[in-house]
């Protein structure tokens, strides 16, 4: 997975957000991101961008 800097920056920076307040409340979400960094392995931020995309 290729992070790149394009699109609009305002709006991906409001989907960091959001996906950061999913992971924190919701427990289903946070299964997702504790199974993508202790399963396969990621680093948290790469998770944080694979489950905001």
Do not use: D, Q
């Not at 699109?7 to 993508?36: I, K, Q």
């Amino acid at each position: 997975m290729v992070l790149s800097k394009r699109g609009r920056p305002r709006l991906r920076h409001f989907l960091y957000l959001m996906t950061m307040c999913m992971v924190m409340t919701n427990p289903e979400v946070r299964a997702l991101h504790r199974y993508n960094v202790e399963e396969k392995k990621l680093k948290k931020m790469k998770s944080i961008i694979k489950i905001m995309w």
